[in-house]
């Protein structure tokens, strides 16, 4: 079975397969020429409470249905966030946010994140392991049946853990599974040139989100300095690339920060950078984050790049996140242990201890 993946980190004798990394086909290939009145899609059950023929069928075949504990759940006005916990005592945070026509499902793709984005609380404590397949697809399991809209935009870059979030879109959208529709999931990134050259290649109509956030390379490196080697160039060509291969619309996020990326001329560099080209711009302000030193840009700033993006015809949107009242908006997911301790917060109390 390709595609499963064992936990490395349990005792030999106790390893399972994690039902929820496993494709139609592993499925099939379990089951077997053994009588079962099972389905695939019966794997993928929200409610807490499994069913017993699934938990039986389970022990018999040595498969783990759930991985992930909830340890936390804080509700605000339009979303609720929950905090997972991993096997290996760390926990991460999902989103399920309200919307007119359903819900979304804001999931993480990491254990922490390597990039380090200045703006943001989930690489706070650097990046620690891949989410398997099955963990990644069990946010959105254990986030509930209405949920129609997937994101990864939780904590992690998600071209960074390329196979097994690819492997996670395609579990998703399997008709005989969670059934999602394609076009329902968006994968949110900072733009790996290598990875998105991979991705124009797969065969799947997802939508595509590049946390773009400057017009300079000098000011995207001091922002997001993981993504250092990564030429903004080559960024926004292999994006546009993309768009133009699946004959859609990629999407660029632009945090205006005060005094460091919302000048007119990065206005206008922004401009030159995509009119003409399959590309909208998402503008968004700062969500505050505890220990980081940003501010939120005025109203009248931010309607100034707007209405400049708007005279070159570049579609173009500002957006508030949902969750700030209960610290779930955009940048403000944090890698926490099973305690729910932010890491990056202990390690610094553990660096203060030993100086």
Request: charged share 25%.
């Amino acid at each position: 079975m390709s595609t499963v993946t064992t936990r490395l980190f349990a005792p030999a004798a106790e390893r399972r397969v994690p039902a929820l990394g496993l494709t139609a086909a592993d499925f099939d290939a379990i089951v077997g020429s053994t009588p079962t009145n099972l389905a695939y899609r019966d794997l993928f059950l929200s409610h807490q409470d499994l069913p017993r023929r699934l938990k039986r069928w389970a022990e018999e075949n040595s498969v783990q249905l759930r991985t992930l504990d909830r340890v936390k759940v804080e509700r605000g006005k339009c979303s609720q966030k929950v905090l997972f916990g991993l096997a290996d005592g760390y926990a991460v945070e999902s989103v399920l946010i309200r919307r007119r026509d359903g819900f979304t499902a804001c999931i993480s793709s990491q254990v922490g994140c390597a990039f380090a984005c200045q703006f943001c609380a989930s690489g706070q404590a650097g990046l620690k392991r891949n989410l398997d397949t099955s963990e990644i697809v069990e946010q959105v399991v254990q986030l509930g049946s209405k949920v129609n809209h997937v994101v990864f935009m939780g904590i992690g870059e998600p071209l960074n853990n390329y196979e097994n979030v690819l492997g996670a879109v395609r579990i998703m959208r399997d008709r005989d599974g969670l059934n999602l529709p394609t076009t329902g999931i968006t994968i949110s990134t900072i733009g790996i040139p290598k990875a998105l050259a991979r991705l124009r290649e797969e065969h799947l109509g997802i939508n595509l989100t590049i946390s773009l956030h400057a017009t300079t390379q000098e000011t995207r490196d001091k922002l997001i300095p993981g993504s250092r080697k990564h030429d903004i160039r080559d960024v926004i060509g292999r994006a546009v690339s993309w768009a133009e291969r699946h004959n859609r619309m990629v999407t660029f996020v632009y945090l205006l920060l005060p005094g460091v990326n919302d000048a007119r001329v990065d206005a206008d560099r922004l401009v030159r950078m995509l009119s003409y080209k399959p590309a909208r711009v998402n503008l968004m302000r700062w969500s505050p984050v505890d220990g980081v030193a940003f501010g939120r840009t005025n109203d009248r700033q931010t309607q100034y790049f707007r209405h400049r993006l708007e005279r070159a015809g570049i579609p173009v949107v500002v957006r508030d996140t949902q969750g700030m009242d209960i610290d779930a908006a955009c940048g403000q997911l944090w890698l926490r242990d099973l305690q729910g301790l932010e890491t990056a917060s202990r390690a610094r109390v553990q660096a203060t201890a030993l100086a």
